[in-house]
T-cell receptor, first 114, second 112 residues
């Protein structure tokens, strides 16, 4: 099992550009999450999904969009990049939400918007 | 407002010097408290889940405890490989998904 994989590892964008951060998990988990981590701050939930075709906003969703067409994939879309979106982005997945199962995290994507 | 605060922000110890990291929280309806370890350039890695006050869990040199207002991560006789950032997160009641609120982390450095 590869677990949770994310691409790319690093990316530099210009203001106003768009991009998609890819996330794939091979554990057949229903629940998937996108977080951002800024220096000295805790992880903040951007969006989450409870299954294919079902997504919802987290704590900081503005400027982002998601889709979930398959169980395995949960891409995060930035439409008009802004310097405030410079951050490290982590995707995570878990098998159940009602129980207290751990979330498995990917290695992260470091994004810089100039 | 739900809040999780970790202290200290950074801690430097000598190898073998035991200490504790603190995670205090003000949340409504705690459903669980998680500890994660994060190495530089990597994603968080799960360590423990604590469900109720008085509970303790151990793994090698680490022991996590929970009270009604805070959790401690005790590190006994640490080694350099224990150097990492330690994150705590609390799970809130949230229908349909596991909503975690993270603290800012404690960066731990163990000098040989």
């Amino acid at each position: 099992n590869a677990g949770v994989t994310q691409t790319p590892k690093f990316r530099i964008l210009k203001i106003g550009q768009s991009m998609t951060l890819q996330c794939t998990q091979d554990m057949n988990h229903n629940y998937m999450y996108w977080y951002r981590q800024d220096p000295g701050m805790g992880l903040k939930l951007i969006y989450y999904s409870v299954g294919a075709g079902i997504t919802d906003k987290g704590e900081v969703p503005n400027g982002y969009n998601v889709s979930r067409s398959t169980t395995e994939d949960f891409p995060l879309r930035l439409e008009l990049a802004a310097p405030s979106q410079t951050s490290v982005y982590f995707c995570a997945s878990s098998s159940l939400a009602g129980s207290f199962n751990e979330q498995f995290f990917g290695p992260g994507t470091r994004l810089t918007v100039l | 407002e739900d809040q999780v605060t970790q202290s200290p922000e950074a801690l430097r110890l000598q190898e073998g010097e035991s200490s504790s990291l603190n995670c205090s929280y003000t949340v409504s309806g705690l459903r669980g408290l998680f500890w994660y370890r994060q190495d530089p350039g990597k994603g968080p890695e799960f360590l423990f889940t604590l469900y109720s006050a008085g509970e303790e869990k151990e793994k090698e040199r680490l022991k996590a405890t929970l009270t009604k207002k805070e959790s401690f991560l005790h590190i006994t006789a640490p080694k350099p490989e224990d150097s990492a950032t330690y994150l705590c997160a609390v799970q809130l009641p949230f229908q349909g998904a596991q909503k975690l609120v993270f603290g800012q982390g404690t960066r731990l450095t163990i000098n040989p």
